[in-house]
């Protein structure tokens, strides 16, 4: 199996088959049927998205297309932040902020009787609590948060701690891991975009549609040689004699830990596969990373 060419010299249709696109959701539809929208209109048989918005949620849903699916677990645990409005049911109390700080950190919650998980009390962690405004009975909130928080149960029990009552008004996804809101594609422009292509015309494709690899920036690094990576292409693990380097993923970073899930890429940049590091990049034999999703 051969794997791909390196991400600045792939053809778009190449793109659209292990490519990933910063999605603005729209107000109405569900993340579902939104992801289901863009696998038809690019053709692809398979499409993962970067978390589960409600309908009325508009904002950042990274959808990964074609074989970028077999990734879709790098979502799993990445940090979102949202920004929310918060509706008191009684003007605020003087120590508003104060109140609303005490909620960063480690908090307690029990899923919405409409989740689709199981109700059960589970912690969650927000990151960061900040109150951009306030006026009256609203306030408008960012809140950077652990994958599956409730903003609208955080809303509610907020309200309860403030003595006023409060629940949820709008909500908008501003990030989910490293996609954020100034790189959005809005599911009309990428439309567009796909009939430009098929006129010849690919730039706007091009930006919109980013190489898979996109989506992988945030997890170590392990480069493996061409021969190492066709092996690992078939499934095989990578061995030590076959890894160039092993790298941080930004630089300033501890080196890569065992047990740290890592993604392998050949010497030009091209994804071959995720996995979990389970022995040194630097020895001589064993093996370094066992696959978890080979991604061509």
Known sequence: MMVR???DERSVDDLLAFGV????KPPGPSAHQVAAWVRDATGQDRIAHGGTLDPKVTGCLPVLLGDAARAARIFDDAVKEYVAVLELHDRAPPDFDAVVAEFEGEIYQKPPRKSAVKRQ???RRIHDLDVLEQSDRRALLRVRCASGTYIRKLCHDIGLALGTGAHMGDLRRTATGQFDDRSLVAMHDLIDALAFAEDGDERDLREFVQPAERALTHLPRVTIA???AEAVADGAPVYAPGVIEATPAKAGDAAPKQGQLVACYTPDGAAV?????VGDPDAESGTVVTPER???
Do not use: H, Q
């Not at 696109?21 to 603005?24: F, I, K, P, S, T």
């Open 294 to 296: 080979v991604l061509v």
């Open 226 to 228: 061409p021969s190492a």
């Open 121 to 123: 009390l589970r912690t």
């Open 21 to 24: 696109v910063n999605l603005d």
């Open 5 to 7: 060419a390196p991400p």
């Open 273 to 277: 596969s995720l996995g979990t590091l």
